[in-house]
C-alpha cells in the first residue's frame, strides 16, 4: 500500500480511549446482507463496477500513481447491496462475488422482522411504511411445486412434437352461441401474454421490446394504467391498453391503437392499494403520455372514483364497448382474494369478456411490505375456484380467464391452464428475462439493469434489440416445452387442457386443498 | 384397445344380429372379456311412439325401487323381463327389465321449470329434455340400478362378458335390424361393469368408441352445464352427450357436429380456398374448445337414421370402411368384413378426422 494512502480510520483512532465513546444511532444500522467481494488479483482497477453499481455500494480508492494517473481500487461500502449482480455481470475479470452474509440473531422467530423494524424507526428517518418491489417472496408453498401432470404409458399413445403438429392457439373473448352479432375475440397464438407494466414504472425501451416479442410471436402486451406512447401505436394489434383507477391517458387515440382495453381494479401484489408515482418522476414524455402536468404526482386511487360497485363496473365496461363499437373485447383484472369465485362471477354478468385474476406473487412496481406479504392469495387456488364458480353458473363456455401472478416456467404456465385459466399473463418473468437479479428494489428507479427506470443513463442499458431477442426467446422456448408436456399428455390442442384437472395429480396437499384445486391425490 | 363394428342398410333393409356376433368374435384378441354390446335400431316398431328403457339391476331391492321410480315419473305403456339365455360363461348378470314408456303420469313434470337447467328452445325439445332428465335423475336416485338406452324404437344389449357371449345370452341373433353398432371392450381406464360395457346411448344417439379421450376432463365440464352427469365411470359417455347436446339441444347439423368434436388444424383451416367453410371452420372452433374430442379414437355414432365414422385428427386408430350395393359397414379390422360382406364391392381406410355419414334414404323406414 502507497504512503500517500490515508490509514483506515479505525487504525488511527488505535489506543485513543478518551474518544471511544457508543453512538446510539448505530443501534439502527441496516446490517449488511449482501456484498460484493472483490479478487484483487484479478481486478484491472478499470472501475467499471463503480459505474455499474447505482446503489452506492461501490466506491473508488485511490491506490497507486502510474504514469502520473491515478490508480483506483474498488472497494465495498457494506452499506447498500442487494445482490442485483449488475456488477458482477458487467465486471470484465469476473473479479467480483455477490456474499450473502445472513443477519444472525439468536431469536430465530423474530429474525425477518428485527431488521425491518430498525428500519421503520431510525431517527434519520422514522414512521415510514417499508416499501417493496417484484411480487411476494413469502415462503408459502407454492401449489404449483405439488401438481404433477399426467403422461400418455401403452393404452394411448403419447404425441411426439417434432413429428405431429401440436396446436398452442387460443381465441379470449366471449362466445355467446345464441347472440345475434358475433363478440371480437383476441387470437393468442401462445397462451403467454405479457402483463401490464406502466410506462414510468419501466421505460420506454423495455416497452418497445415487449411489444416487438408480442407481434413477433403473435401474442399481446399490456400498456399498464401509464399510457399508451405514441412510439407503440403501430403495434396496436398486439397491445392491450389499461383503463385503472388514475385513468392516465385514456384517450381517443389509446383506444384506437390496441385490440383489448383492460379494466385494472386490481393488483395481487396490492389488492386494495392504489399507485403513486412521485412527481420527480413525471417528466417530458411520461408526462404526455399520461396527460398530467410535468413533476405532478401521478396517483391512482385505491377505488375507481366512479366504482363503488359492480353495478357501476358494469357502466364502465358498456361506456368502454360503446367506446369503441364493440370492436373490442373487454378485460376486468382483479386480484386473488378470498371471494373471489363469487366476484369474477359478478363481472363476467357485468359484461366482461375477458377476466385476469392476478394472485398475491404478482409483481408491482412498489408497494408496502405488509400488503405484499400478507394480503391475497395464491393464483392456483384463485383459478381453481373462479373456474369452478363459473362452470356452477353454467356460464364458463361463455368468458375466458387469464392467470396471473407467480407464473415462472412453462410448467407453471400449463399447470395455471388445467386448473382452469384460457391464457396466462407473465411480468416478472419479462423482466427475470431481460437479465433482472430480483433485488426488489424498482420503486428506487436507479434500476442498475435500465429496466424499472426511466433515467435515461440507465434506460439506455436496455437495447431494444437485444431485450426484444430475448422476450422472443422466452415466448418460443416456453411454447416448445409447453407442446413437449402437451404431448406427453397426448394432448395436440391447448384448449383440451383448460379446466382438464384429470391431466393433474396433486401430491403433499391436504384434502382441503386437493378439494379447492379439484385435483385428486396421486395414485388415485 | 377395443373393437367396433356398425352396418346400415340405407334403404331400411334388415340385417341379421347372428351375423354381426360373428363378424366382433374374429376381432377376439381387441377385447379381453371385460366388455361387449350391441344396439340395434328399428327393433319395436309397434311400440315405435314410446321410449323404449332397458334397465339393469343389480339385486331385487334394486329392481323393486327402480321399478316404482319408472311409475312414479312415467306412464309405463309396458313392464318385462329381457329375454335372455342362461349361460356358462356369464356366471352373473344383473336383473334386465324392459320398459315401453312415456312422460307423465303428471303434467307438472313437463313444466319447463322443472326440468332443471337446460337449454330448451322448442316445445318439441320438452319431452326429450324431460326423458334426458329422467335418465339423469333416475341413474343418481337409485345406485344400483342404471339405464342401458332409453331412445324410441332401439335398444342397447350389453354387459361383461366377450362380445360373442353377450350376443348369445340376449339373443341378438335372433334380431333383425337395419342399423346396428357392435362393441367387443379391453378397458384400460375404468374398472368392468354392465353399465360401462359399449354402446352408450342417451335417447336416440348410440356410441361405440375404441380409445382414449383425454380432454375428458373439459368435455365433462363443459357438458355437466348443461345438465349432464358423467356417472359411468368412463370417458365414452360424453361422446353420446356431446352428440344430444350440439344435434338436439343447439341444433347443429350432424357434419357441423363433426367439425366440432373432430376439427381441422388451425393451419388447415387457414389455407382452405373457400372463404364461407373457412369462416364457418373458424367460428366453430373458436366457439366449441371445449366439445373437441382429444386423444386417439375411432367411434361410431348412430342416431338410427345414419351412422357417422369418425376417427381423431392425428389417425392414431383403426376404422376401416365398406359398401355393398345400398350397405355400408364401418369396423376396427377388415377381417369381420369378410363374414359380413364379403363380396363388397369397395373398401377404404377413413382418414383422421374427416367423418363419413351413411344416411337412410328418404323415406325409408326404420
Not at chain 2, 319395436?44 to 339393469?56: G, S, V
Request: hydrophobic share 40%; net charge negative; charged share 25%.
Amino acid at each position: 500500500m502507497s504512503e500517500d494512502n490515508p490509514r483506515p480510520e479505525h487504525r488511527r483512532n488505535a489506543g485513543k480511549k478518551e474518544e471511544l465513546q457508543m453512538d446510539m444511532k448505530k443501534n439502527w444500522k441496516w446490517p449488511v446482507k449482501y456484498m460484493p467481494v472483490f479478487d484483487y488479483d484479478r481486478c484491472t482497477r478499470c472501475g467499471i463496477c463503480a459505474t455499474a453499481c447505482t446503489w452506492g455500494e461501490i466506491r473508488l480508492v485511490p491506490e497507486s500513481v502510474v504514469d502520473g494517473k491515478p490508480v483506483n481500487i474498488p472497494v465495498a461500502n457494506r452499506s447498500s447491496c442487494g445482490a442485483c449482480h449488475y456488477c458482477e455481470r458487467q465486471c470484465p475479470e469476473e473479479a467480483i462475488t455477490i456474499v450473502d452474509t445472513p443477519f444472525v440473531s439468536s431469536h430465530r422467530y423474530w429474525r425477518g422482522d428485527q431488521k425491518n423494524l430498525w428500519r421503520q424507526v431510525d431517527p434519520g428517518n422514522p414512521g415510514h411504511v417499508l416499501l417493496i418491489s417484484t411480487g411476494s417472496d413469502s415462503e408459502l408453498i407454492s401449489y404449483f411445486d405439488h401438481l404433477m401432470f399426467d403422461a400418455c404409458q401403452v393404452t394411448n399413445p403419447p404425441i411426439d412434437p417434432l413429428r405431429e403438429p401440436i396446436e398452442l392457439r387460443t381465441y379470449l373473448g366471449r362466445r355467446d352461441f345464441f347472440a345475434e352479432d358475433i363478440s371480437p375475440l383476441l387470437e393468442v397464438k401462445t397462451p403467454i401474454l405479457f402483463s401490464a407494466m406502466s410506462f414510468g414504472s419501466i421505460n420506454l425501451n423495455v416497452q418497445i421490446a415487449a411489444a416487438s416479442a408480442a407481434k413477433e410471436v403473435g401474442t399481446y402486451w399490456n400498456t399498464g394504467e401509464g399510457g399508451l406512447h405514441k412510439a407503440l401505436n403501430d403495434f396496436g394489434e398486439n397491445t392491450i391498453v389499461q383503463v385503472a383507477s388514475g385513468r392516465f391517458g385514456v384517450n381517443p387515440r389509446f383506444f384506437k391503437n390496441c385490440s383489448a382495453v383492460e379494466i385494472k381494479i386490481g393488483q395481487g401484489a396490492k389488492p386494495g392499494i392504489g399507485g403513486h408515482l412521485p412527481g420527480e418522476k413525471v417528466t417530458g414524455e411520461i408526462s404526455k403520455t399520461r396527460m398530467i402536468p410535468q413533476g405532478s404526482d401521478a396517483l391512482s386511487p385505491a377505488p375507481h372514483h366512479d366504482i363503488y360497485s359492480i353495478e357501476d363496473l358494469r357502466q364502465l365496461i358498456y361506456a368502454i364497448k360503446e367506446t369503441t363499437e364493440y370492436s373490442k373485447p373487454v378485460s376486468v383484472k382483479v386480484s386473488a382474494v378470498h371471494n373471489i369465485a363469487p366476484i369474477v362471477s359478478g363481472i363476467a354478468r357485468a359484461g366482461a369478456d375477458i377476466i385476469a385474476i392476478d394472485g398475491f406473487r404478482g409483481g408491482t412496481g412498489a408497494a408496502p411490505r405488509r400488503i405484499r406479504q400478507s394480503m391475497g392469495i395464491p393464483i392456483e387456488l384463485a383459478i381453481s375456484a373462479a373456474d369452478r364458480r363459473l362452470r356452477e353458473e353454467k356460464v364458463r363456455h361463455e368468458v375466458s380467464l387469464i392467470a396471473a401472478g407467480g407464473i415462472r416456467n412453462s410448467a407453471d404456465v400449463l399447470k395455471a391452464i388445467c386448473l382452469g385459466a384460457d391464457a396466462v399473463y407473465i411480468g416478472t418473468a419479462v423482466l427475470v428475462a431481460l437479465g433482472c437479479g430480483l433485488c426488489q428494489r424498482c420503486y428506487a428507479s436507479r434500476c442498475s439493469y435500465g429496466i424499472t427506470t426511466n433515467r435515461p443513463d440507465l434506460a439506455a442499458r436496455v437495447d431494444v434489440g437485444l431485450a426484444t431477442k430475448a422476450l422472443i426467446g422466452l415466448l418460443q422456448a416456453w411454447s416448445d416445452e409447453i407442446k413437449e408436456l402437451m404431448g406427453g399428455m397426448g394432448i395436440n390442442t391447448i384448449g383440451s387442457l383448460v379446466g382438464n384437472r384429470e391431466r393433474l395429480r396433486g401430491v403433499h396437499l391436504t384434502r382441503d386443498e386437493l378439494e379447492v384445486l379439484e385435483v385428486k391425490q396421486a395414485g388415485l | 384397445m377395443c373393437g367396433i363394428i356398425g352396418g346400415i342398410d340405407i334403404n331400411g333393409g334388415k340385417l341379421n344380429g347372428g351375423d354381426f356376433i360373428e363378424a366382433i368374435s374374429v376381432q377376439h384378441d381387441r377385447g379381453n372379456g371385460l366388455g361387449g354390446g350391441f344396439a340395434a335400431y328399428g327393433i319395436y316398431p309397434e311400440f315405435e311412439k314410446y321410449y323404449a328403457l332397458h334397465i339393469a339391476c343389480n339385486n331385487e331391492q334394486a329392481a323393486k325401487a327402480a321399478d316404482e321410480y319408472i311409475r312414479a315419473h312415467l306412464y309405463v305403456k309396458i313392464a318385462e323381463d329381457m329375454p335372455t339365455k342362461d349361460l356358462h360363461s356369464i356366471q352373473w348378470h344383473p336383473l334386465l327389465k324392459r320398459y315401453f314408456t312415456t312422460p307423465g303420469p303428471s303434467n307438472e313434470d313437463l313444466k319447463l321449470s322443472n326440468l332443471g337447467p337446460s337449454t330448451v328452445h322448442s316445445q318439441k325439445g320438452i319431452i326429450d329434455a324431460y326423458m334426458k332428465k329422467f335418465v339423469f335423475d333416475f341413474n343418481r336416485s337409485i345406485p344400483d340400478a342404471f339405464v342401458m338406452s332409453c331412445g324410441k324404437n332401439m335398444g342397447v344389449f350389453k354387459g361383461v362378458g366377450y362380445p360373442e357371449q353377450i350376443g348369445e345370452f340376449f339373443l341378438v341373433d335372433r334380431i333383425e335390424a337395419p342399423v346396428w353398432m357392435v362393441h367387443s371392450r379391453f378397458p384400460t381406464n375404468s374398472q368392468s361393469w354392465w353399465g360401462g360395457a359399449h354402446p352408450f346411448s342417451l335417447l336416440e344417439w348410440s356410441v361405440v368408441h375404441n380409445g382414449e379421450i383425454t380432454s375428458y376432463g373439459v368435455n365433462r365440464n363443459y357438458l355437466e352445464m348443461f345438465g349432464y352427469k358423467c356417472m359411468l365411470h368412463t370417458d365414452t359417455e360424453v361422446i353420446s352427450y356431446l352428440f344430444d347436446l350440439l344435434v338436439r339441444v343447439y341444433g347443429m347439423s350432424v357434419e357441423d357436429t363433426c367439425s366440432v368434436i373432430s376439427p381441422p388444424l388451425w393451419s388447415e383451416i387457414e389455407e382452405m380456398q373457400d372463404e364461407s367453410s373457412k369462416r364457418k371452420l373458424m367460428y366453430l372452433r373458436q366457439y366449441f374448445p371445449q366439445a373437441l374430442l382429444n386423444g386417439p379414437f375411432a367411434i361410431l355414432v348412430s342416431n338410427g337414421k345414419e351412422i357417422v365414422a369418425l376417427n381423431d385428427n392425428l389417425k392414431l386408430r383403426p376404422l376401416v370402411a365398406a359398401k355393398r350395393g345400398e350397405q355400408y359397414f364401418f369396423s376396427s379390422e377388415e377381417c369381420s368384413f369378410e363374414i359380413l360382406c364379403p363380396d363388397r364391392e369397395k373398401t377404404w381406410m377413413l382418414e383422421g378426422g374427416k367423418p363419413e355419414i351413411v344416411r337412410m334414404k328418404e323415406g325409408a323406414h326404420v
